[in-house]
């Protein structure tokens, strides 16, 4: 018996209320954002008003996506690998770029996508699509400014005969955790999770490569400087590359 | 003026597409908590809605049933499916739904679709 079947077995209800659950905070989710919306567009707000309801809107639309993140890393938990279907990357940056763009009203976005039409398949299903999503949004929590510049950049690479696509995220303006510069992101999952809750969307892209079989890594960008920026960088299974 | 059935168990939720379309112009011409009450109220209430709102995860009839029971009694019937499994999206559209939203949606966004929908 598989680790991943023994765990289906002694648990085979724990998914389906841990779904039922996360159902119930999506819908709710979904009335708060709605009402803020409401609020929003009713006028007579003043600036500093509607500053903190875009800001309530940041926050609601991240919540829902935790809510996916747990989900998300359940599923592809208890997938086998072989079940992973090939997803379009270019396809998945457009809508990580749609996404991270409504998720922050209150911030502007310069978002620089690789120009390169060539089809880019990853192996790793809607996981690989959440993977893109979460780097986007992990980094835009890093950046405080209120103009921000994400730079997404594709090439092949080959670990012991395997291809692979590196997706590489850049902000020059982000603000990496200290904890993420001075250890590796490995040690998050030892550490006091005070201290850990700091990089806690680092560790989710990186459990995710992991699980597609690929790998992650974060950096700053340039020690040189102020603020030093950020990149991450996600090794992620080509498809058809064995 | 466009009619709107709205389809949903939750309660906050109804209450929330029926404050923000009203605002909007549209006519809620009926509410139901569940895919069965919402086949009942659509075969006995004369007069259809031009546009159906159906959630899908809902006790004793789920939206795919529901929507497939509604174009069923009327082929011609506009459902805009709304859900948080967007893994039920292909299965709404393969029940007849012409549009799809993942919860949670932007209110322009349904706006939007319903426009589009409307005029079709």
């Known amino acids: 018996m598989t680790e991943k079947k023994a765990t289906r077995d002694r648990d085979p209800n724990f998914a389906y209320y841990m779904d039922l659950l996360s159902h119930d905070v999506v819908n709710n989710n979904q009335a708060v954002l709605g009402y803020l919306e409401l609020i929003l567009a009713s006028g007579g707000l003043d600036k500093k008003a509607r500053k903190y309801a875009e800001k309530a809107v940041s926050h609601i639309r991240t919540s829902t996506i935790l809510v996916d993140n747990v989900k998300r890393l359940m599923i592809t938990r208890d997938m086998d690998p072989a079940d992973f279907k090939p997803v379009d990357l270019m396809v998945a940056m457009n809508r990580a770029e749609r996404e991270v763009t409504r998720m922050f009203p209150d911030k502007s976005f310069n978002v620089k996508l690789p120009s390169d039409a060539a089809e880019m398949k990853i192996i790793g299903d809607g996981a690989a699509e959440d993977l893109i999503l979460n780097m986007m949004v992990t980094m835009v929590w890093l950046d405080p400014s209120e103009t921000i510049t994400l730079v997404l950049k594709t090439s092949e690479t080959e670990v012991k005969g395997k291809k692979f696509w590196q997706i590489t995220l850049e902000d020059p303006t982000a603000r990496m955790p200290k904890m993420a510069v001075d250890r590796p992101l490995e040690d998050a999952f030892k550490a006091d999770s005070s201290i850990a809750v700091k990089v806690v969307g680092m560790l989710f892209c990186k459990m995710i490569s992991e699980m597609l079989g690929g790998g992650f890594e974060v950096h700053e960008l340039n020690k040189k400087a102020d603020p030093r920026g950020a990149a991450f960088v996600a090794t992620l299974r080509k498809a058809g590359g064995q | ?120």
Not at chain 2, 18 to 29: E, N, P, T
Not at chain 2, 74 to 102: C, H, T, W, Y
């Open chain 2, 1 to 120: 003026m466009t009619s709107v059935l709205i389809v949903d168990d939750e309660l906050f939720i109804v209450e929330l597409y029926r404050d923000i379309l009203q605002l909007r112009g549209y006519r809620i011409v009926g509410t139901a908590f569940d895919g069965e009450e919402a086949v009942r109220k659509y075969n006995t209430n004369p007069e259809k809605p031009d546009v159906v709102i159906m959630d899908h995860r809902m006790p004793v009839m789920n939206g795919v049933q529901a929507t497939k029971e509604i174009l069923r009694m009327n082929p011609k019937q506009k459902v805009i499916f709304v859900s948080a499994d967007v893994m039920v999206e292909k299965e709404a559209r393969e029940a007849g739904a012409i549009e799809f939203l993942p919860k949670p949606f932007r209110m322009d966004d349904l706006i939007e679709k319903m426009q589009k929908v409307a005029a079709q």
